[in-house]
């Protein structure tokens, strides 16, 4: 990471990227014992009512943004954030890349 640059997930490198698809990919127990990973805390997911999984673990997502074609990172500790701080629902993904998320915050 360059210098003064903030691991936020926005305007990643090509190398960023190809590792965290790298991880994505991985087998489920190996990205549990990743070094990226972040742990859930369950205590703070009670909000959820699911029939499905709750995550015992969040690792950085790539993913494309559905406005302008921008790659860029959901990382981990966002998700955290997200999920566990700001009770997010469970099934919701990042689709917005920050310049896009402000663009539309802001007309």
């Known amino acids: 990471m360059a210098k003064g640059k903030k691991d936020t997930g926005r305007d990643p ?5 190809r590792e965290a698809e790298r991880i994505s990919n991985l087998d489920r127990d190996i990205q549990r014992d990743h070094p990226s ?4 805390d369950p205590l703070k ?6 029939y499905g999984e709750i995550p015992d673990f969040y690792i950085d997502r790539p993913f494309t943004c559905r406005n302008c074609g921008k790659r860029e990172i959901w990382k981990a ?13 469970i099934d919701a993904i990042a689709v917005e890349c920050h ?9």
């Open 37 to 40: 990973a972040v742990r859930a």
């Open 99 to 107: 310049d896009c998320r402000i663009a539309r915050k802001n007309p």
């Open 45 to 50: 997911l009670k909000h959820i009512n699911t």
């Open 77 to 89: 500790a966002d998700q955290k954030w997200y999920y566990e701080e700001a009770k997010g629902h």
């Open 13 to 17: 490198s090509n190398k960023e990227l």
